[in-house]
């Protein structure tokens, strides 16, 4: 990813704070973090979690990245990039569909408007899960916080305007940009207790969906 991209920043209320280059204002927060033990500003990111129709939750291994290297992680998280600082959205809409195709090579998806709409489709059967994946916003979150782990120097909270999209694909993962490495599949119970377990493994985020989005995370 260019370090030329611009980021915005936003307050725990969802508004526009400024933007800036993304490696600057990153740093700018990582620092305030570790200084306050708290983020003050948050940056707007889309998070996917995938399943696959047999119940298993899909994840993927990150790759030699900055922030939780090697850890295993949601099936696909990335910066919203946009021009529009108000962040409507259509950013986290467009950037969604960015990173699908970029992280895990999945250009061919149907964006349910509200989860009724998601059952809909679902129960049509009309969604041919091996080629297309199935989603729909499943929360959206302007102060989200997880701990981000570095490989060198000191964990710090990073704080994030999340856009969380929940979804069904069951067809082949392709690793484009080098963000991710592998994938693994595993049920939701055993991932709970694998996570509490063995925490060192996942990035903090995996803790955080489980918490908030457990008993939400089903097929149907």
Request: aromatic fraction near 10%; hydrophobic fraction near 40%.
């Amino acid at each position: 990813m260019s370090t030329s991209e611009y980021l915005h920043a936003t307050d725990r209320n969802a508004r526009y704070v400024k933007s800036a280059e993304r490696t600057a204002l990153l740093a700018e927060i990582r620092d305030h973090s570790r200084h306050h033990g708290d983020a003050h500003l948050a940056v707007p990111v889309v998070h996917v979690i995938l399943m696959h129709s047999n119940g298993d939750l899909r994840m993927v291994q990150r790759g030699d990245k900055p922030e939780n290297p090697f850890m295993w992680d949601k099936a696909v998280g990335g910066h919203v990039v946009w021009d529009d600082p108000t962040l409507p959205r259509a950013a986290f809409d467009a950037n969604l569909r960015k990173e699908m195709a970029e992280e895990i090579g999945v250009d061919n998806l149907l964006l349910a408007s509200d989860p009724f709409h998601y059952r809909q489709l679902l129960a049509a059967g009309s969604v041919d899960l091996q080629h297309q994946a199935l989603l729909y916003l499943l929360d959206l979150d302007p102060w989200q916080a997880a701990l981000c782990r570095v490989r060198n120097g000191e964990p710090w909270l990073k704080r994030q305007y999340v856009a969380t999209y929940f979804g069904l694909f069951d067809g082949p993962f392709r690793f484009i940009d080098g963000e991710a490495q592998a994938e693994r599949r595993i049920s939701k119970g055993d991932l709970l207790i694998d996570v509490l377990e063995r925490p060192w493994l996942y990035a903090d985020g995996v803790r955080v969906f489980m918490q908030r989005y457990y008993h939400l995370l089903r097929v149907g």
